[in-house]
């Protein structure tokens, strides 16, 4: 059953190249529009041995592992605190809905006043577009929490930050995973938008530069790094949450 | 829900107070920090001023125009991303050899800030309206496409089961058992949809465009007119609340 879903997900992509290949080789589309795997294979090649890729790679990986990172604690902190002390939920309420409903890409102009026309930008927009999620389900998650589990450790004696961290926090793991997950897909967002706006040098900078030359096939490479990226992160964050939250036996609570 | 470990909760003042008295903190800190010369209005503008540039923008006629082409651009893209992803959700839900087939394409795109395809919209259908509605029908579809099939994926075996044993055909198991029981699921899909899909007109419209509220946006933010600027983005957040609240009161409903 497993080998066949594998199997089949590896026809798709196999056939999908194929097709992309045979018609842009038999001129059906031209390629100036929608290039051809093998010449987008050769411009990452080439890429690769002249270290532009691993370049733009590590610019857009520092980008996002730090305005990432920096949303996991601030998210984190806000989240346990609003979720343990209501009235630090309700004083940061309007100010979460506001972040989470406002196009955040529209306040380029003001971070580049503030933080210069570089990588600080691209990090900013990164952190504030992750830092949401994360802070609303680790308060959730807080919030959530079986109150027979708390009064049962409040019996057996357990201080107010003994049932903080080893009941409330470790109980709310699933909740905090979806919430990072949901983190993870928007700071990767932020920093490929911000890119595309300001030159950093990264992936989405090299996207919208090679766009604005009409270098397709630089421009659908590119892509296909950040494709590989955004997979690859979720993919890994599977991983880490299926060890974090190993200790659950039962089918959840 | 609280009580036995946070003993001060009954006296604490409620949601609506705190929320409040929190808002007018920052906006006097905002108002006075300028004022006093702490930090150059330049950069933050000032309440007062965005408040007045809101009488501007709003007697200055501009925006009607600028609203409209935005809305057309996202109901058009998002009419399209639900005609095409909940009947494709479905059948990829109920056909696994489909889903076998498709599922990894999709989610690959899933993974993938689906915005970094805009300058390829851009090169293949102008810097008009159609980019925009490509980049909101891909923002909306595909959250509503894997929703929609983890959905119909999550339906009890057992309402199926028991409808078979009913006589029921596949179809009335199809309409009225798998269908209604997704709902909320696409729902949820609709929802994450939603936002993205105004993500993706303003950011499209910034990156290239003739009109629309993310033009105005760079243009001000171009001029480094702040006021204006957070007048527009103040709108743009008022719309995506409102249609957020709208899409979470109808799933309260089919939940």
Known sequence: MRARSVMLGALSFAVILAVWELVSRAGWISPFFISRPTMIAAALGQAARSGDLAHSVWVS?????????????????????????????????????????APLVAFYPLFVLWLGLGPGTVIAISFLLSVTP???????GIRNVSPTLRLAARSFGARPHDVLWKVALPASVPMIAAGLRLGIGRALTGVVIAELFVPSGGLGSSIAYNGGLLRTTEMLASLMVIVVLGVLCTQALSAVESHVDSWRTGPGL | MAQGFSPAYEVLPGRATVGVAAVALFLAVWELAPRLGIVDPFF???????????????????????????????????????????????????????????????????????????????????????????????????????????????????????????????RDVFVRVILPASLPAVMIGIRLGVSRAILGVVVAEMYVSQDGIGNQIMRLGSAFRVDRLLVYVLLVSAFGLAMTTLVRKMEERVA
């Not at chain 1, 730090?66 to 984190?76: I, T």
């Not at chain 2, 007062?48 to 709003?58: I, M, P």
């Open chain 1, 61 to 101: 990986l520092r980008e996002f592992g730090v305005g990432f990172g920096a949303a996991v604690v601030v998210g984190l902190v806000l989240g346990v605190a609003a979720g343990w002390f209501p009235i630090v939920e309700y004083a940061i309420d309007p100010f979460i809905w506001f972040v989470y409903s």
């Open chain 2, 44 to 170: 933050t503008s000032l309440p007062s001023r965005v408040l007045l540039a809101g009488v501007e923008v709003a007697s200055a006629g501009t925006l009607a125009h600028d609203a409209a082409v935005s809305l057309t651009e996202f109901v058009t893209g998002f009419a399209l991303a639900l005609a095409v992803a909940v009947p494709l959700g479905l059948l990829l839900g109920a056909f696994p050899i489909l889903r076998d087939l498709i599922d990894p394409p999709v989610m690959a795109l899933y993974a993938t800030p689906q915005l970094a395809l805009l300058p390829i919209f851009v090169l293949w259908l102008g810097i008009g309206m159609g980019s925009k509605i490509a980049v909101v029908f891909l923002g909306a579809a595909i959250p509503i496409v894997v929703n929609t099939m983890a959905g119909v994926r999550q339906v009890d075996r057992a309402l199926v089961l028991a409808a078979r044993s009913f006589c029921a055909t596949r």
């Open chain 1, 134 to 140: 994360i802070a609303v389900n680790t308060l959730t």
